[in-house]
Every structure is written in C-alpha cells, then in structure tokens.
C-alpha cells in the first residue's frame, strides 16, 4: 500500500478520530498527539489494513480504548486536563454573545457527563453514526447503547432547562 | 403541526429513538430562525453539535516510508565472501616451500647462507668503530675532576 493510498482511505475520517479524541481527552493538544499516535499505529499496521471490512469503525474502537489508556494513566499521575480552548467571541452583536456563552455551556454540560455517555453522544449526535455502528465500536450491545444515549440527552437537556430557565451556570 | 412534530420527536429523541434522518430534522429545525419560545434552550445544544461538526485535525501525521533493510542479502554476502575466501585459501597452499631433498645440497646452500649474513654483520659493526675514539676523548676530560675536587675545598 503506498502512502497516498494510505491517505485516501485515512483523509475522511481523520477529522472524526480527532473530535472523538477530543471529546475524551478534552485538551485539544492531547487530541492531536493521539489522533497522530493512532494515524501512525494504523500505518504501521497497513499490510492487515485489508482485512478489515470497516476501516472507520476500527479505527474509532482504536482511539476509544486508546483515550481511555491514556485517561487511566493521567489518573494515576493524579494530572487533571484543564480546558482551555473556548474561544472567547468577539462578535459585538449581544445576541452572538449570549448564543456563543450557551454553546460554551453546552460544551461543559456535555464535560461532565461521564466518560462513556460523552463518547456515545459525540458519536451520535456529533459523527452522526447508526446506532449499530456505536455498537460495534464501542464493543457494547445496542440497548445498553441507546440507554446510555438517552440518559446523557436526558441530563443535558435537564441541565439545559435549569440555565434556561433561572440564569444559573 | 410543525411544533407537535417536533415536540413528538424531541421526547424520542430523549429516549435515544430517533433515526438519523429525524435528528437531522430536528438539526435543520434549531438551526433556523424560528423557534418556539418554549423550546429556547434546545437551540444552543443543537447549535453546538454543528459547530463541533465542523473541527478538522490540521497537524501533520509523518508517515515514514523508509523500507526495512533485508537481512537476507547480508547472508548472501557472507556466503559469497566464504567461497572467494576458500578458493584462494587452497590456491596459495599449492606452493612449494623450497625444500632440499639431498642432505649435502642443503648443507652447502645453508652455509653459503649463513656466510653471506656474517659478512654483511661484520660490516655493520666495522662502521660503528669509530666509537671507540669517543671514548678516548672522554677519558681525556678526566682532568675536569681535579677541578672539581679545588673547588670544592675552597667551598669548604
């Protein structure tokens, strides 16, 4: 298999394995060293490339169990990721800016969810993938899926309502 | 209605029920101008999940194409360099060494020889002769130790 080869088949969903890393490990640098380790495992490994009838969701299960490696082990270093990449709006439009502080609160509702739920809903509602396809990837069955689903939609939206309603962040 | 569907399709969407095609109405739904009142605070959520959409992996991945070296070549080498080794091995021991068969002809050739490195030796230590006129001079300095020995009654 040559590089550009490589390329063709990696170059879609590149950008998927990064948000999903992002979305586990938070920091976005985090996100592209372990976005470019897993581009990098997959080139290594190209020759059983061919094996696999789905690339994509391979690759997803790959960066799944390795952003919770690398979770595990910033646990036992006791390290906390800080976030700091909210981009602070420059729109002078108040409407903009109240519209871009709730994404934001969006953004950390959706930090607080646990590990799992948080991967499930980016997957879904972010990747767009069937629910099937999470399944497969996250090696669970499809009901203990949907569950998860439904009760991280569940929390946000309760969260959601809360600040909607009271202001209160 | 519009807002009874989507309100009919927002709690099976909370309940994780809604196919893709569906969520993407609701997407299309708060992404637009006109939302209930009621329904505000889906709008951000929504909203988030087409930003996030849009986040691309920008960094560099190098890929190194550097093929392995192939250790078999180096087997072929050694082997090709243990033959040659061996050929001209047993071609030089062919030799001959020079060796005298008749006792007296060895004889007569090993002292011709040894003549021959006696003469040439007795050369050699004929021009190192003239060392011995370095010796007699030193011994004519041998007048300095009276000298020294004034001296050193005067120092007394």
């Known amino acids: 298999m ?7 088949i990696v ?23 372990a976005t470019q380790e897993i581009l990098l495992k997959l080139w290594k490994n190209k020759k059983k490339m061919q094996e696999y009838k789905n690339i994509e969701a391979f690759s997803m299960t790959m960066t799944k169990n390795f952003c919770f490696d690398k979770l595990k082990s910033k646990q036992a270093q006791n390290l906390k990721i800080v976030h700091s990449n909210y981009e602070d709006g420059n729109t002078p439009l108040q409407k903009q800016v109240e519209l871009n502080d709730s994404v934001n609160w969006v953004a950390k509702i959706i930090e607080e969810l646990p590990e799992q739920q948080r991967l499930i809903v980016q997957l879904r509602d972010i990747e767009e993938y069937d629910l099937d396809e999470i399944a497969k ?16 939609r569940k929390t946000i939206r309760e969260k959601l309502t809360n600040t909607h309603n009271y202001g209160i962040k | 209605m519009v807002l009874n569907n989507i309100e ?16 993407q109405l609701l997407k299309n739904y708060f992404t637009s101008d006109n939302v209930a009142p009621h329904l505000e605070m889906y709008k951000p959520m929504f909203a988030y ?7 691309q992996f920008t960094k560099d991945v190098p890929l190194k194409t550097t093929r392995k070296f192939n250790y078999k070549w180096i087997s072929v080498a050694a082997v090709a360099v243990l033959m040659l080794g061996f050929y001209f091995g047993t071609t030089a021991s062919k030799d001959e060494l020079g060796t005298y068969q008749d ?31 370095v010796n007699k001079g030193a011994s004519t300095l041998n007048y300095l130790n009276e000298i020294e020995n004034s001296t050193s009654i005067i120092f007394k």
Do not use: C
Request: a negative charge; aromatic letters at 8%.
């Open chain 1, 2 to 8: 040559t590089q550009t080869e490589f390329l063709n």
């Open chain 1, 11 to 33: 170059m879609p969903f590149k950008d998927k394995v990064f948000r999903v890393a992002k979305r586990l490990l938070i920091s976005t640098e985090e996100a592209e060293d």
């Open chain 1, 137 to 152: 990837m996250l090696e669970m069955n499809n009901t203990a899926v949907r569950v998860n689903l439904s009760r991280a």
């Open chain 2, 8 to 23: 009919k399709l927002l709690e099976k969407y909370d309940n994780g029920e809604t196919s893709l095609k569906e969520e």
């Open chain 2, 49 to 55: 999940f087409l930003v996030n959409q849009q986040e």
């Open chain 2, 103 to 133: 006792p007296q002809l060895a004889y007569n050739e090993v002292a011709k020889s040894l003549e021959m490195i006696s003469k040439s030796f007795n050369k050699g230590t004929a021009t190192v002769g003239y060392l011995n006129e």
